[in-house]
């Protein structure tokens, strides 16, 4: 079946602008996952959902983070007044489940963005 | 802090070496420790490992996790150029709220399998 997909595949932009970043996770996973990885670094979390709701986004930087899943399928990460230092490889990884059991993570491409 | 170090960082051999990547951890909740392999922007799953001394293999690739000694290693024998990717070591360590089971990854090893 189809796996993680996330778009767009690159962006470029100015500093101080506003970005969305999209991921689309596997059919019927319920728990997806927001990491960055800058160059030479292993991903970082950033934010969790389990359904609609996150549940644990101690893992965004600052307020200029924001991250959404309104129908618990569909997520979109927010950057506003981006900085230099924002860029990075954003990757999405959904689980198809959240209970406390290990579930394998499995990632999408990324998203890489330049902030210029 | 929770903590994921891999060594080397990078690592050059010759097609047909076996190679051996480490991870050591330290986290305050583990679960599970996994590996991932990178070839460009998506890092794709290999082995998760819950339990010491069970080595779990998959066609050349091998694994084995310590939890006493807190460290897992990754093998490759008989390696290929196509083996050539950022193998990446990932601690499974869930937050305060039940269920959540963010990763928390350490740097990478390099490898580069020269022809």
């Known amino acids: 079946g189809a796996g993680v997909s996330q778009t767009p595949s690159n962006k470029v932009t100015e500093k101080g602008k506003y970005v969305e970043l999209r991921c689309d996770p596997i059919s019927g996973h319920t728990a997806l996952y927001w990491y960055r990885q800058s160059l030479g670094q292993g991903p970082e979390f950033l934010i969790y959902?389990?359904?609609?709701?996150?549940?644990?986004d101690s893992g965004l930087p600052n307020d200029r983070f924001f991250a959404v899943r309104p129908e618990g399928s569909v997520s979109t990460l927010k950057i506003q007044r981006t900085e230099r230092g924002d860029s990075a490889v954003y990757l999405c990884?959904?689980?198809?489940?959240?209970?406390?059991?290990?579930?394998?993570?499995?990632f999408g491409p990324g998203t890489r963005l330049t902030v210029l | 802090e929770d903590k994921v170090v891999q060594s080397p960082l990078s690592l050059v051999v010759h097609e047909g070496d076996t190679v051996t990547l480490n991870c050591n951890y330290e986290v305050t909740n583990f679960r599970s420790l996994l590996w991932y392999k990178q070839e460009k922007k998506a890092p794709t799953f290999l082995f998760m490992l819950?339990?010491?001394?069970i080595e779990k293999k998959s066609g050349r690739l091998s694994s084995i996790l310590d939890k006493k000694e807190l460290f897992s290693i990754l093998n490759i024998t008989a390696t290929q150029t196509g083996d050539s990717a950022i193998y990446l070591c990932?601690?499974?360590?869930?937050?305060?709220?039940?269920?959540?089971?963010?990763?928390?990854f350490g740097q990478g090893t390099r490898l580069t399998i020269n022809p």
């Open positions: 819950t339990s010491s001394g």
């Open positions: 959902f389990q359904g609609t709701g996150a549940a644990d």
């Open positions: 990884a959904s689980s198809l489940t959240w209970t406390g059991s290990t579930d394998t993570q499995y």
């Open positions: 990932a601690v499974e360590a869930p937050s305060s709220i039940q269920g959540a089971q963010k990763l928390v």
